[in-house]
Every structure is written in structure tokens, then in C-alpha cells.
């Protein structure tokens, strides 16, 4: 098992992360022939700020997904250091932003998530299928609210926050990174297929925390690195992602 560099020099994890992790932000030479987009400081400070600390509010929770989901505009970010959105998100801190041609009901989702926030914690913590499972029930006001646009990705995204980065984001390109890291495959000259997450409807969803995603926790795991207090990793495997 190992990383290259885009000359295709075989590299540890400490030199992997060394090469690949600074071009994640805007400022620093991108990493050429692997096409990926650079993200702000200034954003990534607040968002980890966020997840140092607890939700406290429904602008955190807005950050955090926004962040996940692509929905910010890093370099106008970085400039005037504040949080600019992309167009169909612009008004997101203030009423509920579009999703897929719906509205994703963030107000509702802010709303369960402040008013169970301790549990939650907890659960994340201890238990955290069941805090995903109750992240995708919603229970609020006396019944279940399916926030459509929120997935198991995003919900696992929730889990890393309410867990203070116990439980690491799930990213499609860093799992493609883990598995040409398995297969020893070079930069640009394999494409990895990466399996989807089961959906939070499936029944598979309820053992996701001990099946598919810890399946990828393992392989982090198995790289010997401080994961859960150093983000250069997952901003090393992003990038690499991006080039199979």
C-alpha cells in the first residue's frame, strides 16, 4: 500500500500529507494536473471553530453544510473574510435555501438539533448510529420531519460536528484516495470506483456506523495519523481523490 507524488515517487503518510495537504487552500500553488477547486482559510477556520465548540445556533449549522455541500464561494470568501455564498444560497443565514428544486427545510433541522443538542452530543459520542438515526427522524413538535436534501453523507457531516471531530466527514474523494492508496495506483492513471453510502431510507442505514462507514474509519485508521486533531490528512486525500 502507498501514496505517490505526481512523479510518481512512492510516499509515507507524513510525506503524503506534507505534498498534498497546503495546495487545499487558496494562496498556495495548486497541485498541477489533478483538477480540484482550493477553499478559503478564512472559511475553514470558522467551520472548524464551529466544530471545536458546539451548534449553537442555526447560522453554525447553516456553515457547516454550506461548507460540505459546495455552497460557498471560497475566494470571495477569502477576500472580503465573510461568508459568501453561491447563487441559489445567498440568502441561506436568513430563510431556507433550494435543494434539488425543493426547499431544504434548515429551519426545522436548526431547530431540532439546538433544542436536543446535549442528547445528540452524547449520542455522537457513545452511540452514534443512533444519534444518525435520530438526525434523519427529525422528531420535532411531536413528530418525524424527512429534511429532503439532507442524505447519509450530510447526517454523517452533522455527526463529525456534534462529535468534535470524533467521527470524520465521509468524502467520496477521500475514499477514492484510500482505496488507490490499497491498490498502489499512481495519480491519473486509474479511475476508482467509490460505492455509494446506503440511503437513510434503507434499511442498511440503521448499521451504516458499523458496516460501510467503518469500513472507511479502518482505512484512516490504518494510515496512523491524527485525524480526529489534524485536518491536513482529509485535505490531502481530497485533493488526491480528485485525480482517479
Partial sequence: MA?????GHELNTNEFVEYYSPSYFLGVEKRTGIRYS???RYVEDVVMDIMNSHFESRLDIVRALAWKMGRIKHRESQDDQRFIYTSDWEECEQINPMRYGRVLDLDTLSRYI???????????DNSPNECLLLLRNCNYEGRNHNIRGI?????????FFLSHGMYPIYDRFAMAALLAHERNLQPNNM???VNSMP???DASFE??????YQEYINRLEDLQFDYRHDRRLDRALWIYGHAF
Fill in 3 to 7: 501514496f505517490f507524488d505526481l512523479e
Fill in 38 to 40: 482550493q477553499g478559503s
Fill in 114 to 124: 439546538i433544542n436536543n443538542i446535549e442528547l445528540l452530543e452524547d449520542l455522537a
Fill in 151 to 159: 442524505g447519509t453523507v450530510y447526517l454523517i457531516t452533522l455527526l
Fill in 191 to 193: 479511475h476508482v470506483v
Fill in 199 to 201: 440511503g437513510k431510507w
Fill in 207 to 212: 448499521t451504516v456506523c458499523e458496516n460501510e
